[in-house]
């Protein structure tokens, strides 16, 4: 099983597909060309190994690299960028 994470059509993951990932962050475009945030998940075999702020942190990468806004609508993803002020940058504030 593949342990780094991949780009995947909409999402980051881990695991040898996208279609069955071992830990998975997905978004959508908005509208107006931001990424919503809206699903986390690590399975049971890798939690607790900062998995989860990985992918966070790797879709924050992309939203700089990609000039984009995230709109973090998953509670996962919510927390991590309450607790990271590096990630501010890219919070599309209300």
Known sequence: MAKEIQQGTSSFYIGDDETNPTAEIHYAESE???????????SEELRGQGVGEKLVKEVVQ???DKQKKIIPECTFAQK???????????????
């Open 32 to 42: 107006d060309g931001n990424l919503i945030v809206d699903h986390t998940f690590v």
């Open 80 to 94: 991590q960028f309450e607790r990271n002020q590096d990630y501010q940058d890219v919070l599309l504030k209300n």
């Open 62 to 64: 992309f939203a700089r």
